[in-house]
């Protein structure tokens, strides 16, 4: 008998032995039901929903997406430095590039989700041509989002920027007709944007949708202008420190959210306000 007690004692330690043992360590692919767990940072709103919504998707194919929300545009970059994330997704192109030159950031483009057209609100204002003269206009403390309201101000007539003038760098220095004397606030941290709005502050203020869609505003139709989605160089993409847009697990993740389901889900969702731009 007490033979037998010790043979199913050691049975059971070993079958324990064997699930912990299952439990500590992460494969890198699906085999056997395992999981490799990929850690992205995103923005709320559309980046982190988005990203929701390919989490089973992922799963499918053997990754489990841990999604760490940010506030604001600057730790994100540096939580991916840092290595407490594998990846990022809230930023623009042009937005990494600045960013890689002002820090010395190793970071490359995995590929590109989608676009978020920015918009131009008012209070007082029904139309960008109703601005009177030495209207203020507030806008972002992001230099990297500065070249695309300046463009759609030149687009709308408002402006005209120097001849030559990189439009993604371009800055308010850059102005050389400004025939209504326009004033632009450029200190303003870009999530603070949409109180300020509510608050009737200014004549006009720039948001970024991501901003708009998390305080409850419709970047399709409350703005009284939207930068044009087409040729637009400012596409949302997934970075990663450099040589790491080559691991399985990340090639993975960019083909879920270029797939038909998720391109689709934004169209639905999003009404245009945030439009799929896989590439």
Not at 31 to 60: F, M, Q, R, W, Y
Not at 99 to 104: P, T
Not at 141 to 164: F, P, T, Y
Request: net charge neutral; proline share 5%.
């Amino acid at each position: 008998m007490k033979k037998w007690i010790s043979a199913l004692f050691a049975a059971v330690l070993v079958l324990a032995l064997a699930a912990c043992g299952g439990n500590n360590n992460a494969a890198n692919d699906n085999k056997d039901g395992k999981l490799t767990k990929l850690v992205v940072g995103a923005s709320n709103v559309p980046h982190a929903e988005i990203l929701e919504k390919a989490k089973p998707i992922l799963k499918e194919k053997g990754i489990d997406l841990k999604i760490i929300t940010f506030q604001d545009y600057v730790l994100p970059n540096k939580a991916l430095a840092d290595k407490e994330i594998d990846a990022n997704y809230f930023q623009h192109i042009p937005y990494l590039e600045e960013q890689k030159k002002e820090y010395g950031y190793d970071f490359v483009n995995a590929g590109g989700v989608h676009i978020e057209p920015i918009g131009i609100y008012s209070k007082k204002y029904k139309s960008l041509d109703e601005l009177p003269n030495g209207a203020t206009i507030i806008m972002s403390n992001s230099v990297a989002d500065h070249g695309r309201i300046l463009s759609m101000l030149q687009e709308k007539g408002l402006i005209k920027l120097k001849d030559g003038v990189d439009k993604t760098k371009a800055t308010v220095k850059d102005i050389v007709e400004n025939p209504k004397h326009l004033k632009f606030k450029t200190d303003v941290d870009p999530g603070l944007l949409p109180q300020i709005y509510k608050n009737g502050e200014g004549d006009a203020v720039v948001i970024n949708a991501n901003y708009a869609l998390d305080a409850g505003l419709d970047p399709a139709k409350d703005p009284i202008a939207v930068e044009s989605p087409k040729n637009n160089p400012y596409v949302n993409i997934i970075a990663v420190r450099k040589g790491d847009e080559n691991r399985k697990e990340i090639k993975t993740l960019v083909e879920v959210l270029h797939s038909k389901e998720i391109q689709d889900f934004i169209k639905k969702k999003y009404h245009g306000a945030v439009i799929p731009a896989a590439q």
